[in-house]
């Protein structure tokens, strides 16, 4: 099946970690993105990514970093930087080029305890 | 910064009733599309607009634009308890850089 896929889908950390998020799509999707949103809250742009090697910072981009390596991956690191990093996490995709149509992982709940 | 706002924040109609939701934006749009969330899930794309049209529907789905105005608005018809979720705008520019609105929270009464 093709789609996108985040993992895990609950993920604690302690204050002062580390911690990465993965995202993984087999549309071939040349566009990824991520975002963050709290509750009963929109969605906020972190970083994305037009295509393999590059990527932007989004609206919210300090306290977090993400890679782009492979056209399939995106993982989003949320450092010890990031003040209130408690939120729901959603990564796309769309296919670029043009076509923005986003295509969303399941999200990613980080709660640090 | 959030690009779109949702107007209502919140709104609650009963099954059958017609639901409209605004969204308005701030800068100069290539594409609005209008999205669905439930509850702790990923977002589904709705429909999407482009910036040279005015009216566009799908199914119960009827969505208009006004780029004089920046401003958007989807109509559900006829709903039903399943339509209830968030629903939330979102435009793209040259850039590709998707951005999203606030969301309005929709709940369908049976």
């Known amino acids: 099946d093709g789609g996108i896929t985040q993992s895990p889908k609950y993920l604690f950390r302690k204050e002062g970690q580390n911690v990465t998020l993965s995202c993984e799509q087999n549309?071939?999707?040349?566009?990824m993105y991520w975002y963050r949103q709290d509750p009963g809250q929109g969605l906020r742009l972190i970083y994305y990514?037009?295509?393999?090697?590059?990527?932007q910072k989004g609206d919210i981009a300090e306290g977090y970093s993400v890679s782009r390596e492979k056209k399939e991956s995106f993982p989003l690191t949320v450092t010890s930087a990031q003040k209130n990093p408690t939120a729901f996490y959603l990564c796309?995709?769309?296919?670029?080029?043009?076509?923005?149509?986003?295509?969303f992982g399941q999200g990613t709940r980080l709660t640090v305890v | 910064s959030q690009q779109g706002e949702e107007d209502p924040q919140a709104l609650s109609i009963q099954e059958g009733e017609n639901a409209t939701m605004n969204c308005s934006y701030k800068?100069?749009?290539?594409?609005l599309q209008w999205y669905r969330q439930n509850s702790g899930r990923g977002l589904v794309h709705l429909i999407l607009i482009r910036s040279n049209e005015r009216e566009k529907h799908s199914g119960r789905l009827r969505v208009t634009l006004d780029t004089s105005k920046k401003s958007s608005s989807l109509l559900i018809t006829a709903s039903r308890a399943a339509d209830t979720a968030s629903y939330f705008c979102?435009?793209?520019?040259?850039?590709?850089?998707?951005?999203f609105g606030t969301g309005t929270r929709l709940t369908i009464i049976p």
């Open positions: 549309l071939n999707h040349d566009a």
């Open positions: 796309a995709s769309s296919k670029g080029q043009g076509n923005t149509e986003a295509f």
């Open positions: 990514s037009q295509i393999v090697n590059d990527f």
């Open positions: 979102a435009t793209d520019s040259r850039s590709e850089k998707l951005t």
């Open positions: 800068t100069s749009i290539n594409n």
